[in-house]
């Protein structure tokens, strides 16, 4: 049976670990689970973004989501993504994973075919009458048909059982204003933020927590930047925001998302595999320069000792040393057959 209590704190979206078959690796992820649970994280968020949900089939989304929540056995509230392709499968996920004992389910705005604002309606009220788990509102306009404050205050008044939003915009007055206009007649209802970039900002305009990729890498850095900003020490708050916007950078805009988290996630010690999406030569060599760049963030943060030949973070390097790291890495890729 699901768990109750309103969504707050960190939920990380967990990258799969996969093996050299690409399946599913799962004593590695059993053990990411424990390992993301010891560090601090409030709950896990698995079959988002970051874990590459529309990468698997439906039925090992059901296994990704069954596996987690067993080795989670109830330690911390799951809010499992339950996005399928229509409605119908998407109320028999809701009800699958309900059955597991997850806590809510998290359920992108239809994609692909954009709709209008009473279409975006009509899809998460019919969700939200026949859902057996509490439902949260996924708002990622990049991607899917947006979730408009009117339509989100709307479902709020109508359906019980839609319980929070995860916003994953960045777009700090678009939250106020869903705050602001929902608050005053749902305190239980949930705001969260899905951009690692605007956490703290975000805590601070009364965000109950976060779904945040960076928290599956450096779990340790997310839970200790929302305990500060809950409890007011902004300065500490802050300089801790900006050391996470660095790694976060890093590893969404320098290769392929989500790979640059799956290549910090492998710094960290665990199996992670290549991704699902075949890469180019020159993607694979891209990968391996970023994750010299992850290395020497992770290094400064004390997780990880520096790559061989140290760092120059903060610093501009010179065009031979760009040119010997680039002839470094093709010899590795040579060496292991890729190039």
């Known amino acids: 049976m699901a768990q109750s209590g309103r969504l ?27 390992w993301l649970i010891d560090k601090g994280v409030h709950g896990l968020y698995p079959n988002g973004s970051t874990g590459e949900f529309l990468r698997f089939t439906v039925e090992e989304r059901k296994r990704i989501i069954k596996i987690i929540a067993e080795q989670t056995n109830g330690r911390v509230p799951i809010l499992a993504g339950a996005a399928e392709a229509n409605v119908k499968e998407t109320i028999k996920a809701c009800e699958t994973y309900y059955e597991y004992g997850c806590r809510a389910v998290a359920i992108v705005s239809p994609f692909y075919f954009k709709l209008s604002p009473a279409g975006v309606y009509a899809y998460f009220k019919e969700i939200g009458d026949n859902t057996p788990i509490d439902v949260t509102l996924y708002n990622i306009p990049m991607f899917a048909s947006p979730i408009d404050v009117a339509t ?29 206009e929902i608050r005053p007649f749902r305190p239980d209802f949930s705001f969260l933020t899905g951009w690692d970039a605007a956490l703290m900002p975000m805590l601070l305009i009364g965000c109950d927590g976060g779904t945040n990729a960076t928290s599956g890498v450096v779990p340790e850095i997310t839970r200790k930047l929302y305990d500060l900003s809950i409890s007011g020490r902004i300065d500490e708050a802050r300089d801790l925001q900006y050391r996470l916007l660095k790694l976060f950078d890093a590893m969404l805009l320098n290769t392929e998302f989500p790979e640059g988290f799956r290549a910090a996630l492998e710094l960290r010690g665990f199996e992670a595999g290549q991704g699902r999406q075949p890469q180019s030569q020159s993607q694979r060599l891209e990968n391996d320069i970023v994750k010299n760049e992850l290395q020497c963030l992770l290094a400064a943060e004390g997780y990880v000792d520096e790559p061989v030949g140290g760092c120059r973070i903060g610093q501009s390097a010179e065009p031979d040393e760009i040119a010997g790291i680039v002839q470094g890495v093709v010899e590795e890729l040579k060496r292991r057959g890729m190039a």
């Open 8 to 34: 707050q704190g960190i939920f990380t979206p967990n990258i799969v670990p996969l093996d050299s078959r690409g399946e599913i690796n799962e004593g590695e992820l059993r053990r990411y689970v424990d």
């Open 152 to 180: 989100v205050k709307r479902l709020a008044e109508e359906c019980p059982k839609i319980v929070a939003i995860k916003d994953s915009s960045g777009d700090i007055p678009h939250m106020m204003r869903m705050i602001s």
